[in-house]
């Protein structure tokens, strides 16, 4: 008889062999001491794996966040959340100063900051109630008590909210920002704060509501999975196959007047985003407001957390990803902005992508500016 | 209803356990057993149960898929119960998380196929139902899991070496 393979003599002490095969295999051991120290040698494979296994057992609970029923509001959460409002409270005091009339015309640019940054606070407190009241009649009610009930009633609803203010802040870029202003005022701006429509509210939330919408109908096409915030640049996750995220970086000068101004563009459809995304990616929101917050932090670091969460096939990322990342970088020659790709796939793949993305970018600007 | 209850009293341990190697989260863990007993609520008849409930497990992990909270808050019920019949695991020192760190790595570095076999086999299932959950031909059971138990061995001895060496670094 031949040697025994491993394989076999792993059957066998497994108790897996017909007893025929069984009888043949421990003969065979007997008398061939090659194969008698591979089976000593596979017993001690058998025996040290399991012991190794055991030692998984200990494993910790809630390392997801989603699965945390416990925990507290992040402290750094409710530090932003009391910045919003004591910038609404102060807000106020200087648009009230203003008198109505400025409000009402188109006003310069400092103003609308201004009006909106009011604007953004309120939809902060209540992203999670999404019958927001009219902006005008009261801010001092609606952004101060109303913030403590509706705000942080829920651990979903706060997280919703807060994370949906953060994201304004560094939502999206210059031209829907200025896009916004615009928008704003005309519709009156402060009183339309909470309805102003879903398209005036461009660019990010807009395409992430879409492409939760969007799910598996078309696995052709890219999907924007997340835009996880970093000052001076914009990020967009995209999921090219279940659990395959790509992120693109886009460098952008950061102006205040845009950070501020993009925030009320956000906050009215940021509890629709919110709630879309909820059901599948209860730590999205989470992820997305350390993301944000933390915007000095490594994107790779915010990108991967919020792509588990946001593509809901995406397995647990670390245990089956390929273990490089591969980084392509380009400049756009419109914006001439700096673009980087960059995923866990080959370049070659990375640059297919870079394709279809530039594809997709020409076709948005196309319906921008027709 | 019964029947799922005493699906769940047969498998949830091992079940669970599986999941938690596999996953490294004991809540999650629970969350997608919970899920497969939901499932197999939905079955008319389950062939083989073992088999089934690993594959769908296994799958769930892939999909991700989460819902009929009102279901699984009933299970969960079953659960915080056998969770006080069971006895806590002692308190983690040091040296035990390293262990664990280590194995975590080891364990992480085997290829899906193998660390899947390999983790089924420790819940004892036979060759045939880890054939049936992966969809691998039963002849190569053994060869998988020969592979899964020497890359995982040799990967964890050579973490505990490296580890060794850091400690006589820093020590020197």
Known sequence: MQHLDEGTIHSWLDGSLSADEAARVEAHVKECPQCASAVAEARGFIAASSRILTALDNAPRGVIPAAAPKRRIDPFVWRVAATVLVVAAGTLVVVRSRGSNERLMSPPSDTAALVTKATASEGAATAGAPTTSPFDHTVETAGVSRAPASAFSGRGAARNSISGAIKGRYEAPREDARLGVGKAAGAGGVTAAAPTPPSAAIFAPSQIAGAVAMDAAEPQQLKLVGTPRRIGAKVSLYEVAPGDTVTLTESVPVQLQQTVVTGATASAVSPQAGRKAAPQARALTDAAARGAAAADSQPGANVQSSSGAVSAPAPAPALEMVSTINTIRWNDPVTGATLILSGRMSVARLQEIKIRIERERAAAAAKKNP | ?172
């Open chain 2, 1 to 172: 209803m019964t029947d799922v209850e005493r699906l769940f009293r047969t498998y949830n341990a091992a079940l669970v356990r599986y999941l938690t190697r596999r996953l490294g989260d004991r809540d999650w863990a629970e969350e997608v057993a919970q899920e497969t007993f939901v499932r197999a609520l939905r079955q008319t008849s389950i062939q083989n149960e073992r088999a089934w409930l690993f594959a769908v497990a296994t799958n769930l992990v892939r999909d991700e898929a989460r819902k009929d909270m009102r279901r699984r808050k009933h299970l969960a019920l079953l659960a915080e119960q056998e969770r006080e019949t069971m006895v806590e695991p002692e308190e983690t020192t040091l040296e035990r998380a390293q262990e664990a760190a280590m194995a975590r790595k080891a364990v992480d570095a085997l290829a899906e196929r193998d660390r899947l076999a390999l983790l089924m086999r420790e819940e004892g299932l036979d060759y045939s139902e880890i054939a049936e959950a992966l969809e691998l031909s039963p002849g190569s059971v053994g060869t998988t899991l020969s592979r899964a138990r020497r890359r995982l061995v040799e990967s964890y001895e050579a973490l505990q070496k490296d580890r060794e060496a850091r400690e006589k670094n820093a020590a020197s």
